[in-house]
């Protein structure tokens, strides 16, 4: 998939500047892809070169002019010819992190526990904002009331992809720290700081 289908997939949301979806980024689209303000930044040119985004310009007083991107409909026959695509490629796991974890009876155990718990942490931080928005969203409504009643339901859905993953990843750490202790009391070895 390309970073401009997930520009696209933002700009659903409504009209944006560059800093606007770089900061959305973060809070929605995060949970499914991550970019840069640059790589988003670059991409919105590209797009506005091949006519899927319109941009204009806000006047602001004190501070720079502001650019706000939509989508054209060239840009919503991209998002349709995107969802008609064939299936989506399976997803690939590259984690930096994993490959230490499988490696660590070699080396240092106690670095790799902590880069454990740094992952639990910044999970643990990310699914207590994913909680708020999807509070925020709800507002007192079941599921399935909110489903049945907004506009576009596929941000829900993929906020709740994002709780999953952050649950998931603050279960394992937990337990991966948990069985590193034990095994380091076994072989004798430190694994706290």
């Not at 091949?50 to 840009?75: H, W, Y």
């Not at 010819?81 to 070699?106: N, Y």
Request: overall charge neutral.
């Amino acid at each position: 998939m390309a970073l401009r289908n997930a520009v696209m997939a933002a700009l659903l949301e409504g009209e944006a500047s560059g800093y606007d979806l770089a900061k959305g980024f973060e809070a929605s689209v995060a949970n499914f892809w991550m970019a840069t303000p640059q790589q988003i930044y670059r991409e919105l040119e590209r797009m506005a070169g091949e006519g899927l985004v319109a941009a204009r310009i806000v006047q602001q007083e004190r501070r720079p002019n502001k650019r706000l991107f939509s989508l054209t409909e060239a840009g919503l026959d991209a998002v349709r010819a995107f969802l008609a695509e064939g299936p989506a490629k399976p997803l690939a796991i590259r984690d930096e992190l994993l490959v230490k974890v499988q490696c660590v009876d070699l080396g240092d155990m106690e670095v790799v526990r902590a880069e454990i718990v740094q992952r639990v942490e910044r999970s643990a931080v990310k699914l207590a904002r994913y909680e708020r928005a999807q509070e925020r969203l709800l507002a007192g409504r079941t599921e399935d009331e909110y489903c049945a009643t907004v506009e576009r339901v596929g941000p829900y859905l993929t906020l709740l992809g994002g709780l999953a993953l952050e649950r998931a990843n603050v279960q394992w750490g937990e337990l991966a720290v948990r069985l590193l202790e034990q095994r380091a009391a076994v072989v004798g070895a430190p694994a706290r700081g």
